[in-house]
């Protein structure tokens, strides 16, 4: 084992040259690449080349990750720096949902949707406030570990074993979903068989070495999408004149938008074609709309706050400082990505719509637009259409179909980049989904094995049988996620939105109050995780399947609004109700609150 | 534990505490006060956005990142003031 750690100690302290040789790497692959494509190399051919080469990689990263202890395999031992768990981080969050369908939601959605921007990253403040420092003080290995001991007795660790598991695989199917789209796009492959091939990869760099190995593949994967989101958006404001970097420009391109939906009229479809979309939502009107906006965000933010295969990333670093400074760059490192979407959505919609500007395809004659190339190849896979309902031969606003989940994967067609992008924009949205993936396998997996199995089934495990229950559990958890991804049950955005209202109604307030109220006990964590989850569960139900009207406008996307009050209270009535906690365990509360001394839970537990 | 290190521990809290509260409240502040009001602030003018909508896409987005990091400078501080960091 002793060579092992010399191994590892001495790859932390090059991690800087490693990942900067590796960005080097990739920047080189990519010029290879372009040159390829001017001698003529085929777009499909380019694809291929892209997923093969990055999912190569980090294959054997995984490799070199491989481990036999327990603490490397939960916690990557505990040495993972602030920078790169910032980045790991980063990546674990941004998901298909993030890097495919955000942007899309923007142009569709308007001002409502902004709320998954403005909550996708205000979340951040919670967890670094609220949680992050405190777990990491704890020293456990999964976030059922520390309401198991927080609370004490195994019912409470199991409650939170099941709210983990449902809103990680809600979770988790949507990242397969968008790992098997985009490998079936670009291979030209049966999505049955790109799922697949997309659980074969996340295996690849989870099975062997654990989180350690999630770790260093997320910070890969990390650089290849942030490079893949931003290159198409510098390269196409540059070609609309609004500067290298558009983001603090674009504001004109926000009014000259409402001139234009002002002018072509934002009308519903004539006749409505199915798995398609015409613009109806004004980009940026939001009166009224307050509380549709907020109620969104605040769902994601206390999401962001419980979900677990985030939270266990703070596990990971080698002190309590480094635990919040990580929080610190995980947020920037988000945020380069989530302050670009809306610039991504507003520079296309208006390449689309400006008749300025040569992309524009609304106000053109119909024959043009149909003979267009990225339209025939989006229309020839049902994610496109053009249809002259109006018979004038014109293409109307409301004559123009897009699926919101293909804004980012198609805009460097619409604005004519050359194809290379394409295939860089498929290799980070892969990234993407494949890095999330990992990170909730890897969560519920563990949260299986090590609460479930090693907790309260069999404490006399020994490590080997403890690592080996971890791998078979990933697999068969992996395996059944595909298959119900396999199933097309559900859009991105929406699965990913009812991840975080599960987590949020069954675990925030439970693990919030663990830490800031001492007088919070079993009873009225159970109280709290099961009150919370099951009606937020029978909302959703009732509400999504049209049983009962919305209360207060809240559907089934912000289901956590009704789940959390419920939570709360159910928690802070029944802790009042039964005996405050022991004297060790509000000790052990104190002990949380400061930075300093061991771990409440040693090493190997 | 001696008294006058519980003392001490007391006080540590109670700082991170205040600091705490103050984070929370200006994040309610950027996260749901201003986006909640994006109608009425669109009205102004800023970089040449409409204010509300700068907001919603990036003026809370740069507070959150901001927030973070000087929460955690002043956190760093309070813990070596008490002798309690790790």
């Known amino acids: 084992m002793s060579t092992q750690n010399g191994k590892s100690r001495s790859f932390v302290d090059n991690l800087g040259k490693v990942y900067a040789l590796y960005t080097l790497g990739f920047l080189v692959f990519f010029a290879f690449m372009a040159l390829?494509?001017?001698?003529?190399?085929?777009?499909?051919?380019?694809?291929?080349?892209?997923?093969m080469f990055t999912i190569a990689i980090y294959a054997i990263i995984g490799w070199l990750s491989r481990t036999a202890e327990v603490d490397a395999y939960y916690v990557a031992g505990?040495?993972?720096?602030?920078?790169?768990?910032?980045?790991?981080?980063?990546?674990?969050?941004?998901?298909g949902a993030s890097f495919v369908a955000l942007a899309g939601g923007v142009y569709f959605g308007g001002y409502p949707y902004l709320g998954f921007i403005v909550g996708w990253t205000g979340g951040y403040v919670l967890v670094n406030s609220l949680l992050a420092p405190y777990l990491r003080k704890f020293g456990c290995y999964t976030v059922p570990d520390f309401i198991g001991t927080r609370y004490g007795g195994n019912t409470a660790r199991l409650c939170a074993v099941i709210v983990l598991v449902v809103a990680s695989f809600t979770y988790v199917t949507a990242q397969i979903n968008a790992t098997g789209t985009i490998a079936a796009q670009t291979l030209g492959i049966p999505f049955?068989?790109?799922?697949?091939?997309?659980?074969?990869?996340?295996?690849?760099?989870?099975m062997l070495g654990g989180m350690r190995g999630v770790t260093w593949t997320q910070v890969a994967q990390y650089i290849v999408l942030i490079i893949a989101y931003l290159v198409p958006i510098i390269w196409m404001s540059n070609k609309q004149g609004f500067g290298l970097i558009p983001h603090f420009s674009y504001g004109e391109a926000i009014h000259r938008i409402a001139e234009l939906e002002a002018q072509f009229g934002l009308q519903p479809a004539a006749e409505a074609v199915p798995g398609v979309?015409?613009?109806?939502?004004?980009?940026?009107?939001?009166?009224?709309?307050?509380?549709?906006?907020?109620?969104?965000?605040?769902?994601?933010?206390?999401g962001t706050a419980s979900l677990p295969h985030i939270l266990m990333r703070y596990f990971t670093t080698p002190s309590v400082r480094a635990a919040r400074r990580s929080v610190g760059w995980s947020l920037?490192?988000?945020?380069?990505?989530?302050?670009?979407?809306?610039?991504l959505a507003t520079l296309t919609k208006l390449q689309l719509l400006d008749p300025n500007l040569p992309t524009a395809v609304i106000g053109k004659a119909f024959e043009e637009v149909s003979n267009l190339a990225w339209v025939q190849h989006w229309s020839s896979v049902g994610m496109l259409a053009v249809v002259d309902q109006s018979g004038d031969g014109i293409v109307q606003l409301n004559e123009f179909f897009m699926r919101p989940d293909i804004v980012v994967l198609a805009t460097p067609e619409i604005a004519g980049l050359p194809y290379v992008i394409s295939g860089l924009v498929a290799a980070g949205g892969l990234a993407a989904a494949m890095s999330t993936a990992d990170g909730l396998l890897l969560a519920i997996a563990n949260a299986l094995s090590h609460d479930l199995y090693y907790k309260i089934i069999d404490p006399r495990a020994d490590t080997a049988r403890r690592l080996i229950v971890a791998r078979v559990l990933l697999l068969f958890i992996g395996l059944a996620a595909a298959f119900i991804a396999s199933l097309k049950l559900t859009g991105i955005l929406g699965a990913v939105?009812?991840?975080?209202?599960?987590?949020?109604?069954?675990?925030?307030?439970?693990?919030?109050?663990?830490?800031?109220?001492?007088?919070?006990?079993?009873?009225?964590?159970?109280?709290?995780m099961?009150?919370?989850f099951l009606v937020g569960t029978w909302y959703l139900y009732m509400v999504y399947n049209g049983l009962m009207e919305p209360w207060f406008g809240i559907d089934h996307i912000r289901f956590g609004i009704i789940g959390m009050p419920v939570s709360l209270v159910a928690m802070v009535v029944v802790s009042l109700l039964t005996p405050a906690p022991s004297k060790e365990i509000q000790d052990m509360v104190d002990e949380v609150r400061i930075p300093h001394g061991a771990t409440i839970l040693a090493a190997g537990h | 534990m001696s008294s006058t290190d519980a003392g001490a521990k007391e006080r540590h809290w109670e700082k991170t505490r205040n600091l705490t509260y103050v984070v929370l409240a200006l994040w309610a502040l950027f996260a749901i006060i201003i986006p909640w009001f994006a109608n009425a602030l669109n009205s102004f003018t800023f970089l040449g956005f409409p204010l509300g909508?700068?907001?919603?896409?990036?003026?809370?987005?740069?507070?959150?990142?901001?927030?973070?990091?000087?929460?955690?400078w002043r956190q760093d501080q309070i813990d070596d003031e008490y002798g309690v960091s790790d």
């Open chain 1, 192 to 206: 049955e068989l790109g799922v697949y091939l997309g659980l074969l990869g996340i295996f690849i760099c989870s």
């Open chain 1, 36 to 51: 390829l494509e001017r001698m003529g190399l085929s777009a499909q051919a380019i694809g291929i080349c892209f997923l």
């Open chain 1, 78 to 95: 505990r040495e993972v720096p602030a920078l790169y768990n910032g980045m790991a981080t980063a990546a674990d969050w941004m998901s």
């Open chain 1, 497 to 528: 939105a009812w991840a975080f209202d599960f987590a949020c109604s069954g675990l925030f307030f439970p693990l919030v109050l663990g830490v800031w109220w001492k007088r919070a006990n079993r009873a009225g964590a159970i109280a709290g």
């Open chain 2, 53 to 72: 909508y700068y907001m919603c896409v990036q003026g809370s987005l740069i507070a959150f990142v901001v927030l973070i990091w000087v929460q955690n």
């Open chain 1, 530 to 532: 099961m009150g919370g």
């Open chain 1, 277 to 302: 979309a015409v613009l109806t939502t004004p980009q940026n009107e939001p009166a009224g709309q307050g509380w549709k906006m907020v109620s969104l965000a605040i769902c994601m933010m206390a």
């Open chain 1, 332 to 343: 920037f490192f988000i945020f380069l990505l989530y302050f670009s979407a809306p610039a």
